[in-house]
């Protein structure tokens, strides 16, 4: 069994155990946990996800999508409204069939 040692001030308030936490993560002496980054997430009041690098690989996708917004923000009010209402039913479509989006169900 491993000795725990209590925190040299107990007068620290913050989400850590010790004031020497952060540091250590800084230096490398240890890592945080999961559970670590949830309570400095909510301490601040940001997303977890904060913590990690956003994710830099552009799919043809992402690229067809940017396109159509470019392209939606140079609508007039009434198409973007018509735009934004199939795109709601296509999804809508997929949900209630239970299909995956753009995919044929198999014969």
């Not at 491993?2 to 890592?31: D, H, I, L, Q």
């Not at 939606?72 to 299909?99: C, I």
């Amino acid at each position: 069994m491993v000795a725990v040692r209590a925190c040299p001030r107990r007068s620290f308030e913050g989400p850590w155990r010790c004031p020497n936490t952060v540091s250590r993560w800084e230096t490398g002496t240890y890592k945080p946990t999961i559970e670590d980054l949830d309570r400095l997430a909510r301490f601040f009041g940001k997303s977890i996800m904060e913590f990690f690098p956003k994710e830099d690989v552009r799919t043809e996708r992402d690229e067809k999508i940017d396109a159509l917004l470019r392209t939606a923000k140079q609508l007039n009010d009434g198409d973007v409204e018509e735009l934004r209402r199939f795109a709601e039913f296509r999804r809508a479509q997929h949900v209630y069939t239970k299909k995956a989006p753009g995919r044929k169900a198999k014969k």
